[in-house]
């Protein structure tokens, strides 16, 4: 992408010319048309009886190359991408190819992946600058620091938290932050969401009510840059057949 546009870096802060961010990176199943219909387009559609599953019809924006954003000057997008995007887009490769092996109507469930080598903080430092573009400047920019050392491990998880699910259903998001009230049992869940094939991520800011959905990662914000490690957890798959956020109903 040569186009550029002016604003502010989502991480650095600085006022510039702005580069194009793939979210989530090209080489993670990010390079081909996409067609993108949001939660806006779909509250506005005055379609009757339309469900919130059905997208057939609804205006979209169609980005050529794979779905991102004017978020991030030159250098910052050079920093995420070099020393996080190519490790983790190798680790969404891994997830990718073995869930592509399984039908579609038999992604339920969860799937346990053992795979090494693997550098975990990387990973979750691109999953961070990831949310950091899809949020607002001031968000971002209050990782500047977590995210601009590659070796710091000084990320607030008493105040948020990461978690990863296997994406299934028919539907990408991509959620800024807002929130999610249970009126039932009176819980307010505060998060932002991002979800394509193979995976999604759900960024929580942590309440006395939140309500987690998926496989806790935050801890990868605790290990070492230089380091290799093995991961061996269960990962669930979760359906994602509308814009609506943390929306897991099966067709």
């Not at 070492?224 to 490690?229: A, F, I, K, L, Q």
Request: net charge negative; charged share 20%; hydrophobic share 35%.
């Amino acid at each position: 992408m040569s186009k550029k546009e002016n604003g502010i870096c989502h991480i650095c802060g600085k006022y510039g010319k702005l580069s194009y961010e793939h979210i989530p990176p090209h080489a993670a199943f990010n390079n081909s048309k996409r067609k993108l219909s949001t939660l806006d387009t779909l509250l506005e559609d005055e379609t009757e009886n339309r469900v919130p599953w059905d997208i057939n019809g609804l205006k979209y924006k169609q980005f050529q190359n794979g779905i991102g954003f004017y978020t991030l000057c030159e250098s910052c997008n050079n920093v995420t991408g070099s020393k996080y995007g190519v490790k983790y887009s190798s680790f969404i490769n891994s997830i990718g190819i073995e869930i592509m092996k399984i039908p579609k109507e038999e992604r339920v469930g969860a799937l346990t992946f053992c795979i090494e080598p693997l550098n975990l903080l990387a990973i979750f430092k691109q999953v961070l600058a990831m949310f950091c573009s899809l949020n607002t400047e001031q968000f971002g920019i209050s990782f500047k620091d977590f995210l601009l050392d590659e070796n710091s491990n000084d990320f607030p998880c008493d105040n948020y938290r990461i978690y990863m699910y296997l994406h299934a259903g028919k539907a990408d998001r991509f959620i800024p932050f807002q929130s999610n009230i249970n009126t039932k049992a009176g819980h307010v869940t505060v998060f932002s969401e991002i979800s394509t094939f193979p995976v999604g991520f759900i960024l929580y800011k942590i309440t006395d009510t939140t309500e987690f959905y998926g496989c806790d990662i935050t801890s990868f914000s605790h290990c070492n840059y230089n380091s290799e490690y093995r991961m061996d957890i269960p990962i669930p798959f979760l359906e994602c057949n509308t814009p609506f956020g943390l929306d897991f109903r099966k067709l």
